[in-house]
C-alpha cells in the first residue's frame, strides 16, 4: 500500500513539472502593466520596427528587489513580497496572435516545467492555439513574466514552445 501511495505521489510532482513546487504563475500580458521606458529598453528584432532590427531575438530579466519592480512596472495584478518571490521576464517578438475574423487572441501561454539544479533555472514555456481559422498579425514584441519563489542562480534558460 505505501508503495501505491510512493508511486501516486511521484506521478503528482512529476505531472506538475515544478509549477506547484515553485509556486509559480505565468502572466502573459504583462506588457500593458509595464513602463514605456523599460519596454524600449527590452526591444526584441522585430522586422515591422526599422530601430528594433539590431536588437536580440529575446531578452530575459530577473526582478529581485521593489526598486528593480517600480522601474520596469507601473502595476501588477498581484502584491509582491521580494524576501520570498521574483519575477522571470522573457521578452521576446511573437508572431501570429490575433485571429483574423473574430479578433480573439488566437494563442495561450503556461507554464509546462520548471526545473532548478546546479545553479541552473529552466524555464519551459508552451504557446497553445485557442482558436481555428485564419490568423494573423504582423511580428510584436511580447513579454511572459513569471511570478515564482526566489532562486539563487547562476545562469537561466527560458524555452518557448509549441504545444
Known sequence: MSLGI?????GILV?????KKYHATLYDTALKWMTDEYITANMTNNSMIPES?????????TIRTESEFENAFTTFPKE??????????YFFTGDIIIHKITGERAFSYRIKKISFANEVLNLTLAK?????????????????????????????NVSLIYD
Open 128 to 156: 497553445k492555439a485557442l482558436v481555428k481559422g485564419p490568423t494573423g498579425s504582423p511580428p510584436t514584441q511580447e513579454c511572459l513574466v513569471v511570478a515564482m519563489d526566489k532562486l539563487d542562480y547562476s545562469a537561466i
Open 6 to 10: 510512493l508511486a501516486m505521489t511521484v
Open 80 to 89: 509582491l513580497d521580494f524576501e520570498k518571490e521574483m519575477l522571470i521576464l
Open 53 to 61: 532590427r539590431e536588437s536580440p531575438g529575446s531578452i530575459i530579466n
Open 15 to 19: 505531472s506538475c513539472g515544478g509549477v
